[in-house]
């Protein structure tokens, strides 16, 4: 029987999958959220350990050291640098490209039915705020911009293991926000929830709305997520 690793920084971005592949089992390990499932007539394993490439390294080291692996998946939310991505659409990256533009590791792609976008995928560990540095990364030719993949893609070579990165959309090129979502992250990489309602709290009226956007289009890539890769073969 196969087994699958999905590696992301929060248990929200596989709220989409849960529903699809339940029930899921907890899996004792040293991480923020580990769990298992069977699905299809094979194993599933969801982990998430905070925002950035260590933490998610970290990840992979530990599911490595505790399971047989056949597959390892950057999987969760990203933002668009390609304008023609819209808020949930399903970015498959092909390469995954560091803070210098230069391509680092290939990505796989998965046998599926549903349609998605494709291309590179540039992995930096910081939230990308404005749609002024987006266009900045854009020329570096990626589609779309996120934290764990070169982290993860790095594990994966370093144990010869299949790489892919599957990822949904939360904002979109032409967007800006005036909120710092990295200040909110607390030491072990993850976004403080208590730290964001006091950030918000200094500020309502500018920091309220911006938040509540992108949580409820964290919810809905959550769930275009969840629905793509039930569907994928990797």
């Not at 998610?56 to 599911?63: G, S």
Request: proline letters at 6%; one cysteine or more; glycine letters at 8%.
């Amino acid at each position: 029987m196969r087994t699958h690793l999905l590696v992301a920084a929060d248990p929200i971005e596989f709220r989409g999958l849960e529903r699809r592949l339940g029930p899921w089992r907890r899996l004792p390990w040293p991480l923020h959220f580990s769990r298992q499932a069977e699905y299809r007539g094979e194993h599933w394993i969801a982990v998430a350990n905070g925002a950035g490439p260590a933490r998610a390294a970290r990840a992979v080291a530990a599911a490595a050291e505790r399971a047989g692996l056949d597959t390892v998946v950057s999987t969760g939310f990203c933002g668009g640098l390609d304008p023609d991505l819209v808020p949930g659409a399903v970015f498959v990256a092909v390469r995954v490209l560091g803070a210098d533009f230069s391509p680092v590791f290939d990505a796989a792609r998965p046998h599926t039915s549903r349609g998605y976008a494709s291309g590179s995928i540039i992995s930096i560990d910081r939230f990308i705020p404005d749609a002024a540095a987006k266009l900045r990364l854009r020329a570096s030719g990626a589609g779309a911009v996120e934290m764990e993949a070169a982290g993860v893609a790095l594990e994966a070579a370093r144990r010869r293991l299949p790489f892919y990165c599957v990822r949904a959309v939360t904002d979109t090129a032409n967007e800006s926000f005036r909120f710092d979502f990295d200040s909110v992250r607390d030491g072990d990489g993850r976004f403080n929830r208590w730290r964001i309602a006091g950030r918000v709290l200094r500020r309502p009226f500018v920091f309220a709305p911006e938040v509540a956007l992108i949580y409820r289009r964290s919810r809905a890539a959550a769930e275009s997520l969840g629905e793509f890769l039930a569907d994928c073969e990797f």
